[in-house]
């Protein structure tokens, strides 16, 4: 709206600002770097911390990661680093996510069946429906807010559910899952299979991690440049109080929208990896209403409103659902007791467990380092 | 001068009851209009009539020239309509900052824009504009101060910030004033003052301070059950009998 | 092919269905009409009802879980079925009560998101827990044939003028159903204690300036809406599974029946229950049908029907069939 000509000569003020803003510009770009590089040594790192070194120092492998939980941790990250954007920048609830999940697995199973077995290709079509899926529900729930959205979403995914149980079930396996996936090979000469060359397999076991592992990092760096342009900003004042950004001029809605589409594609990418890891698609885990409380209950507990909160949430729901739940006494009791910790953290613990985490941390270090922070 | 906005016939009914009756408002360009009226005339509805809060039952709101009654609030804004709300109507757990950079998204980059791939920060002129914002409420000092922690007045002042963030050429005020010590009501109405005289707003007021009203305003509208029952300069309002009778048992004159 | 024994068959079996719906549906639509509350764990009163049920009428065996663990094989009361249809609701009500003071209250201001993301986890702590105590098989709950020795609660009835029968069970919940919607609506509609909440529904704010406790009101209200899920728990045993998902399985037709009907309305959960439960039925019933040329199984697309019928309400009529306002938007 403003429609000025900057001075031909600057002022000094301006030329100050100017430099700082280069700083921080400056400042900003290395942020970025930092989060891309960590991202990539905690993806590469992951396997020899979780899985090669507990067995080397005689941990029992019943309590240690392996290998596919550890890739199936990435593909949940994904799906709730996405849903996270919607429910703790947004603070819209959607109950239905798991359509975008599903959907994108099954699209990506049938493609590589019936078209093309090329992974990437799998990915980019699972994506699309997702995203096509999520432009839909969201313009059609979105026009109800709050408990009417979350009751339109859990609608739309039962929906979705049923309708692929059967009467698509010709199409999709039915309640026995799509089972004619076809995994290519990646570029055509990489087998997501095999073993990296020059590798050791405790560091990375098989080009699926790798696979899997890039698209994770990419996931976060983009995460991460999402939550840093303007519809960071955006969305939290959307969540604070909606009525205000609409009368700053804010297209509230279409910023809604576009926030629902964006989580939605993040559980494409995540589904459609999900099948190529899988090689097969089974409608309980892609459909299912479950689906949907799981990534709550993930991005909840993980800690909502923060980049690492979700992925923490992946790690620390799969470690409990497929390794604690063999533990000796606390083993059946597993989804017990993550439901009393999910509501332990509804209730007082606002940035979910990773949150608790950090703040202690910061009690202890300021209990340490007293007067030298 | 130019009638920068007006009001035709305007009605808003909530089933039985008529809050707007036939309301035919004119605002001229740069003046300060007060509305004022006891409780229940129908003031704050009139406001939301005009932000496209509420929409009307008949009639027509013509801005700048152009009706806006098909418009959504925020292309009203984007028109160039700006509101303070009655609460001070912020983002409280965002800093004073942050609150300045999303009205000034709002007022640089339009109702929407796909530009979720682009850093904040590489908009200079948000930047720019947010630190004139904060710089014109006074409020620069603070701008990493979580915004809940505010005292009331600077929250206030904040609030009024962020609705001139769009640069707008008409503001609504609905009760800027409410719950205010009198130094905060003071600051308050030469922050107006001052704002207006160095924008060259056009602000719609409404209030219950009947000093600050007398004071400060070009023209009064009284409203009272829905219908203007006078309006004028502020001597002709004083004297008028029908706005004396409104007012008997309510706020003195 | 009796038409009109098949007709009776497919009404009674609708309206049953849909009489389960209505049950758990008003105690949600008054939680949320008045006390402005969306209780996602009205499922879990649902199946403590069903449980309560069970272990008060018969021993059941437990083979899995603490209880088993604990050295248990048998747990139950074996006192019969009709002192669980007097002690379940009573028993939930106690429960619901606790839920307002303890669960929804401290939550009232607290967003919307928040309410369902509480309730919902209680419900995940309470069909765990279940599952944990009990394990997870699935029990039946058997009526007896008789009660008192003379009135028949259970078996065949014949229809006259058909070569069709009944189960008198279902009727039974129907007419349960039917007299306990009569007693709220009379206790909302005719006593000092509705008029408040009816008020309350209205303009909360309002009846707190007037001086009237609110807090009282709430606490039997949630009371009441739990002991209707509790009973719905009780008489829809014997027709279906027992197992610890069929609190969370059920929560989605009793909010669709909420929105469907309208929230805040009796009349609107009773519309809306009978007519889930009609689609449901209907489309189960009807099966494959030849028309033009088309077959189209509607078998499967009975559970596909009942969310399409929700969201075209929900579009086009937020409020409900028969609801009033909107609730908070």
């Known amino acids: 709206m403003s429609d000025e000509v900057e001075p031909a000569t600057e002022t000094p003020a301006a030329q100050e600002r100017d430099s700082s803003l280069y700083e921080r510009w400056t400042d900003v770009r290395g942020e970025e770097r930092t989060v891309a590089v960590l991202a990539i040594l905690g993806v590469l790192l992951a396997p020899f911390l979780l899985v090669t070194l507990p067995s080397m120092l005689g941990l029992p492998s019943s309590y240690a990661w392996y290998h596919s939980l550890l890739t199936l941790t990435l593909i949940w990250a994904i799906f709730a680093i996405g849903y996270d954007l919607l429910l703790g920048y947004t603070g819209l609830l959607s109950f239905g996510h798991a359509i975008f999940w599903g959907t994108a697995a099954y699209s990506a199973g049938i493609f590589s069946a019936e078209v093309l077995n090329s992974p990437i290709a799998m990915i980019l079509t699972g994506t699309a429906v997702a995203v096509l899926m999520a432009w839909i529900i969201g313009w059609i729930s979105l026009r109800r807010g709050g408990i009417y959205f979350a009751i339109l979403t859990l609608a739309f995914g039962q929906m979705v559910y049923y309708v692929f149980l059967s009467p698509l079930g010709n199409y999709t396996g039915g309640e026995n899952g799509f089972t004619g996936v076809d995994v290519g090979s990646l570029f055509g000469v990489i087998e997501l299979g095999s073993s990296v060359p020059f590798v050791p397999g405790g560091i990375v076991n098989s080009w699926m991690y790798l696979f899997v592992g890039t698209a994770t990092v990419l996931a976060i760096v983009v995460g991460y440049r999402i939550l840093n342009s303007p519809y960071g900003a955006v969305l939290r004042a959307v969540r604070e109080n909606e009525q205000r950004a609409e009368f700053v001029g804010l297209n509230v809605w279409r910023y809604k929208l576009m926030s629902f589409i964006i989580s939605g594609a993040f559980a494409g990418v995540a589904g459609s990896l999900y099948t190529v890891h899988q090689s097969y698609v089974p ?18 507990l993980g800690g909502i409103g923060s980049l690492f909160g979700p992925i923490f949430g992946a790690g620390l729901y799969m470690y409990v659902k497929n ?51 | 001068m130019s009638t920068i906005l007006e009001t035709r016939d305007l009605v808003k009914q909530f089933g039985g009851l008529t809050a707007t009756d036939h309301v035919n408002l004119s605002l001229e360009e740069g003046e300060l209009m007060s509305l004022i009226g006891p409780n229940g005339a129908g003031k704050s509805t009139l406001i939301n009539l005009i932000t ?138 030469e922050l107006i003052e001052r704002v207006q005289e160095e924008m060259g707003l056009t602000i719609l007021l409404v209030e219950h301070d009947m000093e600050i009203v007398f004071s400060i305003s070009d023209r009064i509208a009284v409203l009272h059950q829905g219908e203007i029952i006078a309006r004028g300069t502020p001597d002709e309002v004083q004297g008028d009998p029908d706005v004396q009778e409104a007012y008997l048992g309510g706020v003195e004159l | 092919m009796n038409i009109l024994g098949e007709i009776i068959v497919l009404l009674v079996n609708g309206l049953q269905t849909g009489a389960i719906y209505v049950l758990l549906a008003i105690g949600l639509s008054i939680i949320l009409g008045t006390l402005r509350f969306v209780n996602f764990a009205h499922g879990a009163l649902y199946v403590v009802g069903a449980y309560a049920g069970l272990l008060i009428t018969q021993k059941i065996s437990v083979s899995n ?77 058997a009526i007896p044939p008789e009660a008192f020795g003379t009135i028949p609660l259970s078996g065949p009835v014949d229809i006259p003028l058909t070569s069709v029968s009944l189960g008198l069970w279902r009727l039974w919940v129907i007419m349960i159903t039917a007299a306990l919607v009569l007693l709220v609506y009379a206790i909302v509609e005719y006593t000092d204690f509705g008029l408040i909440v009816k008020a309350g529904t209205q303009d909360p704010e309002m009846v707190r300036l007037l001086g009237i406790k609110i807090t009282r009101p709430y606490i039997v209200m949630f009371g009441i809406g739990a002991a209707l899920a509790g009973i719905a728990g009780v008489v829809g045993g014997p027709l279906s599974n027992i197992n610890p998902e069929i609190g969370m399985t059920i929560l989605v037709p009793a909010f669709l029946t ?72």
Do not use: C
């Open chain 2, 52 to 189: 496209r809060k509420l929409q009307e039952t008949s009639g027509d709101i013509l801005f700048e020239g152009d009706s806006i009654v098909g418009l959504e609030p925020h292309e009203v804004v984007q028109r160039g309509v700006g509101k303070s709300f009655q609460t001070a109507s912020i983002f409280p757990e965002l800093t004073v900052e942050e609150n300045a950079n999303i009205a000034s998204f709002g007022a640089e980059h339009g109702a929407f824009r796909f530009n979720f791939l682009r850093h904040r920060d590489s908009y200079p002129e948000v930047a720019e504009r947010t630190r004139d914002v904060l710089d014109a409420v006074e409020l620069l000092p603070q701008k990493d101060v979580t915004a809940t922690d505010l005292p009331y007045g600077d929250k206030r002042r904040l609030e009024i910030g962020i609705a001139l963030a769009s640069e707008p050429s008409l503001l609504l005020m609905d009760e800027p004033t409410a719950g205010m010590s009198p130094e905060e009501t003071q600051e308050t109405v």
């Open chain 1, 283 to 300: 409608i309980e885990n892609t459909l299912s209403w479950t689906v949907s409380g799981d990534i709550v209950v993930i991005t909840v």
């Open chain 1, 323 to 373: 390794i604690v739940s063999g533990m000796p006494v606390v083993g059946p009791f597993w989804h017990l007791i993550l439901g009393l910790v999910f509501v332990i953290v509804v209730v007082g613990l606002p940035d979910g467990v990773w949150g608790g985490i950090a703040w202690t941390r910061e009690k202890v270090a300021d209990a340490l380092g007293g007067e030298d922070r």
């Open chain 3, 65 to 141: 879980g603490m209880l088993a663990e604990w050295g248990m094989s048998t747990v139950g009361l074996g006192w019969g079925f009709l002192p669980a249809l007097v002690i379940v609701p009573a028993f939930v009500f106690v429960l619901g009560m606790a839920m307002e003071r303890y669960v929804a209250r401290p939550f009232y201001d607290r967003p919307d998101t928040d309410q369902i993301l509480v309730t919902f986890g209680l419900a995940i702590v309470v069909q765990e827990l279940i599952h944990a105590l009990v394990g997870g098989r699935s029990y039946k709950l």
């Open chain 3, 258 to 329: 909420v929105v469907i009907g309208g929230v805040g309305s009796i009349r609107g959960a009773v519309l809306g229950g009978t007519l889930i439960g009609m689609v449901q039925v209907t489309l189960i019933t009807i099966g494959e049908v030849t028309m033009l040329g088309f077959t189209v199984n509607w078998t499967p697309w009975a559970q596909v029907g009942i969310y399409l019928l929700a969201v075209v309400v929900l579009l086009t009529r937020p409020q409900g069939l028969l609801g009033k306002e909107e609730v908070a938007a």
